[in-house]
């Protein structure tokens, strides 16, 4: 049995749900893991070495970054799971330094609860999988532990969105419907939901690592009409700076 | 080989062959969907598009499907999972007829596709005319026309259909319903060649054909592809419709904790990986040289067995740059002056 521990840090609480929601297939992976600490699904507590570790949610203040420490320290496996944890998500993409939100906020400066400007957890550990999403697809999670649990090397999504839209024969709503669509630099894995629905991708899963072009996604955004602090907002949202042009 | 039989569908028969085709398989058809069209399941000869332009994927995916589970892990063991439907395309262009020439001699020659055979011979295909639009270059590679790789050919009359047949099973087609056919006259022809030579004269799309692998042999540096490398979002939209793509990927899923699917699906060499080999080495690792490889592995890699492009516009159509193929070419040639 491998020993698994769930960690969240400051995000909606999504992302550790979501591993819940696998309901029946939950089973499948109790198969192979015991679960050492999951908040959400028990009040049991072990503090110890850990196989894998899945941290969720950013880095928003100091108790996060012990937890974080913590689950680095005492795993050999560590998944940064959803895109808080793998780009900092829409608290990370908030400008600005911690004293000025507090002020502007509460008034004062002061920090009694130990507040951190909000980052992502590949930016502060090195982590051994880094699954986006907001929420990520839960069946990809679970392929993930799977395949760790049978020592298999899990393989790295490397398409965009597009892939996944055209290989379910989706209407393209940015060429066919001049819809803000990024699945052009998002990386792929979530199926296409958002385009099964006639939505536009609006970049959950975080740009496709190192391959984006959002220079050209920023002219053809423009090209259709949309105004540059919109398009520059939409790139924002989950992303923080990464996607530049 | 196949002597070419014409005969004459009136229109007032026309839904009635169509409905006859069902013996032979389920029909599929061209439907609009939204601002797309695509080849679905039809009942009934009103649901089908008969003047589509082109479907976003094209009727490759009966034989290499978009996703197709191909074998299932179970005890241990790798099981085959081979269900093969009999279906009959209903309207398919001669472009497409054309691509999917071009995909047997790849998976139809030694190591033959098993998957694909199987599909393959249970599909009957019943090619139809079309009029070009502002995508279309088929003219130019020849493809406009099908000699063969159809059972059946429907060419649009004022009043029915020219209908070519052009299989053994086409044979059989005409044959059973021979009571719905009449014998062309000459006015027929004389409508065809008009309709053909309309057809012909409202190409707006031209590739010049002339010496393209020369060229794009002494083209690999030219600043072209530098410029199309900055437009380019390597989205790989223009492969997943391509119906002459044949680059697909392998991937294992687990269904549950001990069984587990392995499904192929298509892949795209505008991504990172779909170049790197074992030991890390990856031989087109920039967008520029993935962006130039689609170019030659359309109109270069074997130009005596013909063009692997049949000119159908769909990688225009659906590039979200816009990124047009002829014109890229065009500019390549213009830049090597
Ligand atoms: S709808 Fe969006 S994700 Fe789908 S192909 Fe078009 S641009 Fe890509
Ligand atoms: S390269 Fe473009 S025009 Fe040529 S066959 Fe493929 S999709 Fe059609
Ligand atoms: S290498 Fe690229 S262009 Fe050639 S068949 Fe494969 S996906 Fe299509
Ligand atoms: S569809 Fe257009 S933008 Fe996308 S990879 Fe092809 S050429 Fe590039």
Redesign the pocket.
């Known amino acids: 049995m491998l020993k698994l521990g769930v960690f969240e840090l400051t995000d909606c609480g999504g992302c550790a749900l979501n591993i819940l929601f696998l309901y029946d297939k939950l089973f499948d992976l109790l198969k192979f893991y015991e679960i050492k600490e999951f908040h959400m699904a028990s009040s049991f507590k072990e503090h110890d070495h850990l196989d894998v570790a899945i941290v969720t949610g950013t880095v928003s203040s100091q108790r996060d970054l012990e937890v974080l420490k913590h689950a680095r320290n005492y795993s050999n496996y560590l998944i940064a799971l959803g895109t808080c944890a793998t780009h900092g998500s829409v608290q990370g993409a908030v400008e600005g330094k911690i004293r000025d939100k507090l002020e502007k906020v509460y008034g004062t400066r002061a920090n009694p609860m130990r507040a951190l400007d909000s980052k992502p957890v590949v930016e502060y550990v090195a982590v051994d999988f880094a699954l986006p999403g907001c929420p990520y697809d839960k069946m990809e999670l679970y392929q993930l532990l799977i395949d760790l649990a049978k020592g298999i090397e899990p393989v790295k999504k490397d398409y965009p969105v597009?892939i996944e839209c055209k290989l379910n024969e989706y209407e393209c709503v940015l060429v066919k419907k001049g819809v803000p669509c990024l699945g052009?630099i998002t990386l792929g894995g979530c199926n296409a939901v958002c385009i099964r629905s006639g939505l536009g991708c609006i970049g959950c899963r975080g740009p496709l690592p190192k391959e984006a072009n959002p220079t050209?996604e920023f002219e053809i955004l423009k090209e259709l009409g949309y105004d540059e602090e919109y398009i520059r907002k939409k790139f924002k949202t989950f992303a923080r700076g990464e996607l530049r042009w | 080989m196949i002597i070419l039989r014409y005969v004459k569908l009136p229109s007032e028969n026309f839904e009635e062959f169509f409905n006859s085709l069902k013996r032979w398989g389920t029909v599929y058809a061209p439907v609009k969907q939204g601002n797309i069209y695509a080849f679905k399941r039809v009942d009934t000869l009103g649901e089908v598009s008969l003047n589509y332009t082109r479907t976003m994927l094209p009727p490759k995916k009966f034989f290499v499907r978009p996703k197709d589970t191909l074998l299932k892990l179970k005890n241990g063991r790798w099981e085959e999972i081979r269900e093969v439907k009999k279906i009959v395309l209903f309207g398919v262009h001669s472009c497409d007829i054309h691509g999917l020439q071009i995909l047997d001699k790849v998976y139809l020659n030694d190591p033959v596709d098993p998957y694909y055979k199987a599909r393959r011979e249970n599909t009957i295909i019943i090619g139809i005319s079309c009029m070009p639009d502002e995508y279309c270059f088929c003219k130019s590679l020849g493809t406009h026309f099908a000699m063969h790789g159809f059972d059946l050919f429907l060419h649009e009359l004022p009043d029915g259909w020219l209908v070519r047949v052009g299989s053994v099973k086409g044979h059989e087609i005409a044959w059973v319903n021979e009571s719905l056919f009449e014998d062309v006259t000459e006015e027929d022809l004389k409508h065809f060649k008009e309709f053909e030579e309309k057809r012909s004269a409202s190409f707006k799309k031209h590739l010049n054909k002339e010496g393209l692998a020369d060229m794009l042999d002494l083209a690999f540096d030219s600043p072209v592809w530098k410029r199309y490398e900055r437009?380019?979002?390597?989205?790989?939209?223009?492969?997943m419709v391509c119906p002459t793509c044949r680059c697909y990927e392998v991937c294992d899923y687990w269904i549950n904790a001990y069984e587990a699917v392995r499904v192929r699906r298509y892949d795209s060499c505008?991504m990172e990986t779909h170049g790197l080999v074992a030991g890390g080495h990856n031989f087109r690792p920039t967008r520029l040289d993935r962006?130039r490889h689609?170019y030659y592995c359309k109109s270069y890699f074997d130009p005596s067995a013909g063009f692997n492009c049949v000119g159908c516009g769909r990688?225009d159509e659906?590039?979200?740059?816009k990124?047009e193929h002829v014109k890229v070419l065009d500019e390549v040639r213009e830049a090597l002056k």
């Open positions: 597009c052009p050209s | 437009i380019c979002l390597g989205c790989g939209n223009c492969n505008f962006f689609r990688c659906f590039c979200p740059a990124i």
